[in-house]
């Protein structure tokens, strides 16, 4: 586990340790007054599983969508495979993107979401195919063969022409899992991907998470679901108000957390 670096700025490209995939250095980022997030530095290598935890509000969902560059920063630099998302360096100047160039980089990331947010008006086939189509990344035949197969992978090969409300939520999230792969992304965040799900549905959606993992997808994954972190992650990530207060392999924080904020939050949820 790297020392968390906390409210270090970014240095000089020279200064720069090696960058992960997903290379997080010292974020900022407020609302108004309120800062949230208060210096973050994570390195999330290819093929790494990081499970990120926290007690509600202390910045996991507001982390996620920086990644993504849903949410702007206010200091520090997010980038992935080397590159920002949201922004183009140019000399010792950063030039913000316009929109159409942001959507194409986002891609690199997948994102699934508590609430699935699938297409209500698509099918389950028309909600994976539609980010390939959209983007022209492939054909409608091409995006439509590539999104049978990844409803196979999720486990809902005969379920292509549901719409979203004839689905289970557990399915929805399969297929919301299905829909995020589609674009090949470099890295994939789920952020509580089981929270909404009645509890005879988790393990269905935990099931296709631990294959990705398994398959060597590079994941971060917000989750109240401790044994399921124990079990896929390669790195567990402690956030308390906004700030890093421990990182480590799950053997080591789950079972033996150094600081009592950890503690606390464990005997909490489990
Ligand atoms: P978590 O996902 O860990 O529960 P969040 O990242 O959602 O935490 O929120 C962190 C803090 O930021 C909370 O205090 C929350 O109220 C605040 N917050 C999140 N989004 C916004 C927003 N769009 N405007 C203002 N405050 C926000
Ligand atoms: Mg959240």
Redesign the pocket.
């Known amino acids: 586990a790297s020392p968390a670096a906390a409210d270090s700025a970014a240095g000089t490209p020279a200064a720069r340790p090696p960058a992960g995939l997903v290379q997080i250095t010292g974020v900022h980022k407020s ?1 108004g007054e ?1 800062e ?1 997030l208060h210096g973050i530095t994570l390195t999330v290598q290819p093929g790494q599983v990081v499970a990120l935890l ?1 007690p ?8 996620l969508r920086a990644i993504n560059h849903l949410e702007t920063i206010d200091r520090g630099e997010i980038t992935i495979d080397g590159e920002f998302i949201g922004y183009e360096q140019r000399g010792d100047r950063l030039i913000e993107l316009p929109e159409k160039r942001v959507l194409e980089r986002r891609t690199r990331v997948g994102m699934v979401f508590q609430n699935f947010n699938l297409f209500p008006h698509l099918t389950a086939l028309e909600n994976i195919a539609e980010a390939p189509i959209a983007l022209k990344r492939a054909g409608k035949a091409q995006a439509t063969a590539r999104a049978r197969e990844l409803l196979a992978r999720v486990g809902l090969a005969d379920r292509g022409g549901h719409y979203p409300r004839q689905l289970s939520g557990g399915q929805q999230q399969r297929v919301a899992i299905a829909r995020a792969l589609a674009l090949d992304p470099d890295v994939l965040l789920f952020d509580e991907p089981t929270s909404a799900l009645d509890p005879e549905l988790v393990g269905e959606v935990l099931q296709v998470i631990r294959d990705l993992a398994r398959g060597g997808t590079t994941l971060i994954i ?1 989750t109240h679901e401790i044994g399921f972190a124990a079990e896929v992650a390669d790195h567990v990530v402690f ?1 308390d108000g906004g700030r890093i207060v421990e990182q480590g392999p799950p053997e080591r924080v789950l079972r033996d957390p150094e600081h009592a904020r950890t503690q606390e939050f464990l005997d909490w949820v489990i």
Request: net charge positive; hydrophobic share 30%; proline share 0%.
């Open positions: 609302y309120h949230v926290g509600s509000g202390s910045g996991k969902s507001t982390l917000v956030l």
